[in-house]
């Protein structure tokens, strides 16, 4: 079990105003991203396990309140009502078992994890993310590899006991409780625990005070021994008490980053050289709007120099055209060639499909008595040869060729 495998769980609080932002993120409704490693052609490959259907996040929560599923009663306007829970595990733990198809059972059991912490009608969203680039991992793998990863938007409800007060007209009822709230608290979800020994005594500080545990550490725990549960192995715990298992991947991507960087300053600065050189032959947008000058008689009249620059840029790009035309044509040509190997291999493995169902009982023959089969098949053969050996061909006189045509016509 590598070291370098290790899960994380960790929740982010989101207000009514923030939470539209996320929810863009979180659901793929940007034209564009920050995180520029984020592929959109691949984001039919993201896995919903929950989704609000056409509300957004907040439509969604109205929706609870008005149906009395939950409460915001008391809270302010700019509360934290929503906790954005990822749940992750680091992008090699799954390219060393399997990827894509490892991912979506990973993720549909912490998917399961998540409904335990918040209950089930109050998660919002759940979306695996399968589409951001892992940059490091695609240069170590030479292929494209992409960050598997559990975004989870809910509701942290807490059951809140109304209590009759003493302005209730039935004294018995005074201090009983009238009504269970599903109020939405932040606070109160994620307390942090009391730590206890194996005794269940109470841990104590060097004051004498009794420690805890944060609750996002106990987050962590649970989260881990759930995933072991269900049957998966192989990454360890973040560890405890610190952003270690952060910074960890971070440093790394910072430390290949700063590879590239080195890499891209080298051939920035060599390209600077051969720029200082050809740029007479290209221009900007700007220089050739300011390259020539109107003259009293409305004609234009350029310098020698832009006249040059313009020139050599006017064969350039009637270069670049035709060049563009002859792979537009190859591509189409490819492209229909593709299409016609797609229907060989469709009717080859058709072909192949019939031939080895007609084989079946040979084979099956084969696997269940193979010496018996290989000397009825030799037997077989040796008769073959003998009868080909006494077979006599004589050929075919002319007049008799030409009655056998005639026949053929007939027929």
Known sequence: MGKENFSVARVET???????????????????YENMNVDLSRTHWNVSYQG???????????????????????????AKVFDEMVLDVNTEYFEQRGGYEYACR???????????????????????HADELNVAMTEKYGRPIYHYH?????????????????????????????????????????KSVKAVDEDGKPILNSKGKPTYHASYSVLQDQFFAYMKEAGFE?????????????????????????????????????EQGRYQQTHRAFMTFGEIEQSGKKTFTGKYSVSA???EKLTTLAKQSYSAVSESKRLREENQSLTR????????????????????????????AVKAAPKAVKEFMD??????????????????????KRRHKSRDRER
């Open 14 to 32: 989101r207000t009514r105003s923030t939470v539209g932002k996320f929810e863009r993120h979180i659901e793929r409704k940007n034209e564009s």
């Open 337 to 364: 060639r593709i299409w016609s190997l797609q229907s060989e291999v469709a009717q080859l493995q058709k072909a192949l499909a019939e031939l080895t169902e007609r084989c079946r009982p040979y084979l099956e």
């Open 379 to 400: 037997g077989i053969l040796e008769k073959f040869k003998k009868q080909e050996k006494s077979i006599v061909y004589e050929p075919i006189a002319p007049s008799d």
């Open 150 to 190: 559990l975004h989870v938007m809910a509701l942290p409800v807490v059951d809140k006991e109304v209590r009759w007060t003493k302005r209730c007209k039935n004294p018995a009822l005074v201090g009983t409780v009238k009504e269970v709230i599903h109020q939405v608290s932040h606070s109160k979800k994620w």
């Open 305 to 307: 120099e832009d006249y």
């Open 106 to 128: 990973f993720y549909e059991a912490a998917f399961h994890f998540a409904q335990r912490v918040y209950g089930e009608g109050n998660i919002i969203s759940a979306v695996m």
């Open 52 to 78: 609000c259907g056409e509300q957004t996040y907040n439509e969604r929560l109205d929706e609870l309140v008005a149906a009395g599923t939950v409460s915001l009663k008391g809270l302010k306007p700019d």
């Open 234 to 270: 192989g990454f360890e715990r973040g560890e405890r008490g610190s952003t270690a298992e952060h910074l960890a991947s971070l440093g790394y991507k910072i430390q290949q980053d700063e590879k590239r960087l080195s890499v891209l300053e080298k051939k920035i600065a060599s």
